[in-house]
């Protein structure tokens, strides 16, 4: 029993982690809150639905489009939307990922309707056994999914050369611009990885989840939370913290409170503002 | 030789002393004087609908609230994103005390009110103290604004969860019901214009100048001996407290209450709306946004019944677009001019 819970816990702290890092990103690179983020979630599972739909192929088949999709639509957001408004004051960016996050989300409610959508991926409602515990196919390829993309992240953000300006950017962005970098195509990029990740989330829990208009509201808002606690601006501490919530939110709600189980990942979000508003994590306004 | 010694002393107060509305002269008065009357003549002077009385009464319930959270999102520059949490906290506070032990809703009404101050400061503390970035403010915002929805939907026992609590109707003006229904627009109006009047003193005041300062620059007005922390939280407080004044009026006025019509996050996106639209540095800001806003949304939401959803987009779009081409709003574009300068209290 524990053991179920523990393995549910743990895709929903992959999906949140995925969320948590890419928004994470955002924030330590550009400096802004992307409210969208939620919105670009629930955004990619209905891209991922209407190709399954259309082309007729495997959800999972659908990454490479998704993520490229998404990367794409964030790398326009930056540069058609963030980009002119940069040098204003932080409020016009807060509230423009605020109105990009309203237009995707009730446009799909106005686009799609209220109605719950499902895929179904081949590999169906099947289990396997491991260790003695009963482990659906779907959420081990999620879990496995969301492990290998925070590596792959970890690792471009430390190993590449655009990794390296990226840190660079978020570390100091005036002098990476005198170092010849071009900062405002890494802040493009930022944005678009952030979003792309967020698109591997999208796919990754659409053969588990329902789809609907306000499905990404809940793991938007749950996305602040991961970042607070994980520190502002800090990769891996949203990853680890990602996880640690999802597993927490799933024990309660099996073993104390369903319907409490969101309050209580804000309880917590309180309780560290008030003992560790800089994140459990020590290093902190860095990017990886 | 004396009039600079004059001059010197009374300069502590001059400071603080900024022209206002009485430098613009008798036409600003008379103007004010004309359109006060017009709108407490409104509804009686001529033969009208009870429709348009309620979109008066929407246009000023959402001044109100514009106003309010000029205050905070305007003054202290502080933009709290779950401002509906504290319309909320009044309509459900004076409605469940109503229900369950039979207290006025003018007590209610009170309670609310501190209910609301005690939160802001126990939500706001910890977000503003040791100099948080504001965005610490704005996530935690709209935590507590998911978090007083998530609890009232919850304890369904108490609240009637999301299945709502009709207000039992008892015509007695000592119960917040009136046999006319008209009168809720004098309530609404009483409660708008004492909003715009504190809104208006307050930015002529020094906790309203210290608000400024720790919006335009907080090391610089920590260095110059402000409170931030006392600065910020004083606006929280004022907003959220002005909010849920507003909250249980609206709960009062429609008899029936539920979490999404009271403090979704649509509600607080219109909140924003109305003041970034009027311009939230303004005391009038809010008022000018609902006025133009609500008439608009009332036409969309009535428009597009059957897709739900198209009119939040658009206000989405609107959002973008302002914030692009307008981030100052209508009233930021007098701020120009001196002399409307001082009308409008940039």
Redesign the interface.
């Known amino acids: 029993m524990f053991a179920s819970v523990l393995v549910s816990g743990l895709v929903l702290g992959g999906i949140y982690s995925l969320v948590g890092a890419g928004l994470n990103l955002i924030?330590g690179v550009i400096k802004i809150?992307n409210?969208a983020q939620g919105a670009l979630l629930m955004f990619g599972a209905y891209f991922s639905y209407w190709i399954v739909t259309w082309l007729g192929i495997d959800p999972y088949l659908t990454l490479p489009i998704v993520v490229a999709g998404m990367g794409l639509l964030g790398y326009l957001i930056q540069t058609t939307?963030i980009n002119?408004?940069l040098k204003?004051?932080?409020?016009?960016q807060?509230?423009?990922t605020?109105?990009?996050?309203?237009?995707?989300?009730?446009?799909?409610?106005?686009l799609w309707g209220?109605d719950i959508r499902f895929v179904k991926s081949f590999v169906g409602y099947n289990t396997f056994e491991f260790l003695g515990i009963r482990i659906g196919v779907s959420a081990a390829i999620a879990i496995l999914g969301a492990s290998i993309i925070i590596f792959l992240l970890f690792v471009f953000l430390n190993k590449s050369k655009m990794g390296t300006a990226i840190r660079a950017v978020s570390q100091q962005s005036d002098s990476a611009l005198l170092a010849g970098i071009d900062v405002k195509r890494v802040y493009a990029i930022a944005f678009a990885i952030g979003s792309a990740m967020v698109g591997v989330a999208s796919v990754l829990m659409i053969p588990i989840y329902d789809i609907y208009?306000l499905m990404g509201?809940q793991f938007g808002?749950i996305a602040?939370?991961v970042?607070?606690l994980g520190g502002?601006g800090n990769v891996q501490g949203a990853a680890i913290a990602g996880v640690f919530l999802g597993v927490t939110q799933n024990i309660f709600a099996v073993y104390v409170?369903n319907?409490?189980s969101?309050?209580i990942l804000?309880?917590i979000?309180?309780i560290t503002?008030?003992f560790r508003?800089q994140g459990i994590f020590i290093r902190k306004m860095r990017v990886s | 030789m004396r009039m600079r010694k004059k001059k010197s002393t009374s300069e502590p107060t001059s400071i603080l002393t900024i022209p206002g509305l009485q430098s613009a002269g008798w036409p600003a008065f008379l103007g004010i004087a004309v359109i006060l009357i017009g709108i407490l003549a409104f509804p009686v002077a001529f033969d009208i609908r009870f429709y348009f009385v309620q979109v008066g009464i929407l246009i000023m319930f959402y001044a109100t609230l514009g106003t309010a959270w000029g205050i905070v999102g305007g003054y202290a520059g502080q933009h709290s994103i779950g401002q509906a949490a504290f319309v909320g906290i009044g309509a459900y506070t004076s409605t469940l005390l109503y229900m369950k032990l039979n207290i006025s809703p003018w007590i209610g009404l009170i309670a609310g009110m501190l209910l609301s101050a005690l939160i802001a400061a126990v939500i706001g503390y910890p977000l503003f103290r040791y100099g948080l970035k504001g965005d610490y403010f704005a996530l935690g915002t709209v935590a507590l604004g998911l978090i007083i929805f998530e609890l009232t939907t919850s304890f369904s026992t108490i609240t009637g969860g999301s299945q709502g609590i009709p207000l039992k109707y008892e015509e007695n003006p000592l119960n917040f019901q009136f046999p006319n229904r008209t009168v809720y627009y004098y309530i609404i109006f009483i409660m708008w214009i004492l909003t715009v009047f504190t809104s208006y003193k307050l930015r002529r005041s020094r906790a309203g100048f210290e608000m400024l300062a720790v919006r335009d620059d907080e090391i610089a007005a920590a260095r110059g001996g402000i409170s931030v922390l006392k600065a910020k939280l004083t606006a929280f407080i004022l907003a959220g407290v002005i909010s849920s004044a507003a909250g249980t009026f609206f709960a009062q006025f429609i008899l029936f209450l539920d979490p999404g019509t009271v403090m979704s996050l649509g509600i607080s996106v219109q909140i924003i709306l109305v003041a970034v639209l009027g311009g939230m540095n303004s005391y009038l800001g809010g008022t000018l946004g609902a006025i133009i806003l609500i008439p608009v949304s009332q036409f969309l939401a009535s428009t597009f019944t059957e897709r739900p959803g198209t009119d939040i987009a658009l206000y989405g779009v609107i959002l973008i677009i302002l914030m692009l081409f307008m981030p100052n709003g209508i009233l930021g574009l007098f701020r120009k001019s001196p002399k409307w300068r001082k009308i409008v209290g940039w």
């Open positions: 924030f809150i409210f939307l002119p408004v204003q004051e932080r409020t016009s807060l509230l423009i605020f109105g990009i996050s309203l237009l995707i989300q009730n446009g799909a409610l106005a209220p208009p509201e808002v602040f939370i970042v607070v502002l409170s319907q409490l969101v309050a804000f309880l979000f309180l503002l008030l508003p």
